[in-house]
């Protein structure tokens, strides 16, 4: 699966099955939502991060820090990435190899929340350390927006994935980019499409096996529908709609049988070896 592409040896049940536990303060605006489904497209930054499928959550797991982040010639231990390297864009590159621990986003002094300088250091991440195009302030305010709102949980450490947060996922991205069309920003809203298209595809790659051919095919199939409304704000309310009473509880009922469930992925992970 495409997220074991960056993941240390060892930590595959890990990263399939459990996300570091992230607590949410109350947002100052709606606007966190957004910033949260922006915070997973693979399409904000660009370049070789989309085109590997890569997000802001792929470093920094439910706003956290992904401690089992390992990507060859990027990384040294896991959880460490050397941010100035060329291979993600040239404007701060240098050409020293020099891994740093990524940051858990939730932890005090980790990152300014500071109003006057977040929004300028995330813009900088998505356009000089990768090779995102300028964020709409729009966007880009919603991004600071939830990142504003991270916390550690004082109770747990880790909570499970499943396939609920993927889906909440594909609903949250759809009326994040309609609430961008709204707003007069075309670029994000095409972003926002593309990152639920890119969450269908995780969800269609754990629905593995003979029997779950039906369920895939129709995830193919509302993937090209939503593509097709991409622009719209209208038809993209009339696909999110229909996902969510047909295809989203027919998933759900899928769940157990794909490798959402625990079983299976200790299944297919014995197989791999």
């Given at each position: 699966?495409?997220?074991?592409?960056?993941?240390?040896?060892?930590?595959?049940?890990?990263?399939?099955?459990?996300?570091?536990?992230?607590?949410?303060?109350?947002?100052?605006?709606?606007?966190?939502?957004?910033?949260?489904?922006?915070f997973h497209a693979p399409a904000l930054l660009g370049g070789q991060a989309e085109r590997a499928g890569l997000s802001c959550a792929g470093c920094h797991a439910n706003g956290r820090r992904s401690a089992w982040f390992f990507l060859e010639g990027i990384s040294g231990e896991p959880g460490t990435a050397d941010i100035s390297s060329s291979f993600f864009a040239l404007p701060r590159a240098n050409p020293v190899f020099d891994p740093r621990p990524i940051p858990d986003l939730a932890q005090p002094g980790k990152i300014s929340r500071d109003a006057a300088s977040?929004?300028?250091?995330?813009?900088?991440?998505?356009?000089?350390?990768?090779?995102?195009?300028?964020?709409?302030?729009?966007?880009?305010?919603?991004?600071?927006?939830?990142?504003?709102?991270?916390?550690?949980?004082?109770?747990?450490?880790?909570?499970?994935?499943?396939?609920?947060?993927?889906?909440?996922?594909?609903?949250?991205?759809?009326?994040?980019?309609?609430?961008?069309?709204?707003?007069?920003?075309?670029?994000?809203?095409?972003?926002?499409?593309?990152?639920?298209?890119?969450?269908?595809?995780?969800?269609?790659?754990?629905?593995?096996?003979?029997?779950?051919?039906?369920?895939?095919?129709?995830?193919?199939?509302?993937?090209?529908?939503?593509?097709?409304?991409?622009?719209?704000?209208?038809?993209?309310?009339?696909?999110?709609?229909?996902?969510?009473?047909?295809?989203?509880?027919?998933?759900?009922?899928?769940?157990?049988?794909?490798?959402?469930?625990?079983?299976?992925?200790?299944?297919?992970?014995?197989?791999?070896?």
């Amino acid at each position: 699966m495409q997220a074991l592409n960056w993941t240390a040896a060892g930590h595959e049940r890990e990263v399939l099955l459990e996300q570091p536990a992230s607590c949410r303060e109350p947002a100052a605006s709606g606007d966190a939502a957004i910033g949260e489904a922006l915070f997973h497209a693979p399409a904000l930054l660009g370049g070789q991060a989309e085109r590997a499928g890569l997000s802001c959550a792929g470093c920094h797991a439910n706003g956290r820090r992904s401690a089992w982040f390992f990507l060859e010639g990027i990384s040294g231990e896991p959880g460490t990435a050397d941010i100035s390297s060329s291979f993600f864009a040239l404007p701060r590159a240098n050409p020293v190899f020099d891994p740093r621990p990524i940051p858990d986003l939730a932890q005090p002094g980790k990152i300014s929340r500071d109003a006057a300088s977040l929004e300028p250091f995330l813009r900088g991440l998505i356009v000089e350390e990768f090779a995102g195009a300028e964020p709409g302030p729009a966007a880009l305010a919603a991004l600071a927006g939830y990142v504003r709102t991270l916390r550690v949980c004082p109770e747990k450490d880790s909570e499970a994935k499943r396939m609920a947060s993927d889906l909440s996922l594909v609903s949250g991205s759809i009326n994040a980019a309609i609430a961008m069309l709204e707003r007069g920003e075309g670029g994000s809203a095409a972003v926002l499409v593309k990152a639920a298209r890119f969450r269908l595809g995780l969800i269609e790659e754990r629905m593995a096996g003979e029997g779950l051919a039906p369920i895939r095919r129709r995830l193919l199939a509302a993937s090209r529908e939503l593509a097709l409304a991409a622009g719209k704000a209208q038809q993209l309310g009339i696909w999110r709609d229909r996902f969510e009473r047909d295809l989203h509880p027919a998933l759900l009922r899928s769940e157990t049988s794909s490798r959402y469930d625990p079983g299976q992925v200790d299944r297919w992970l014995a197989w791999r070896r």
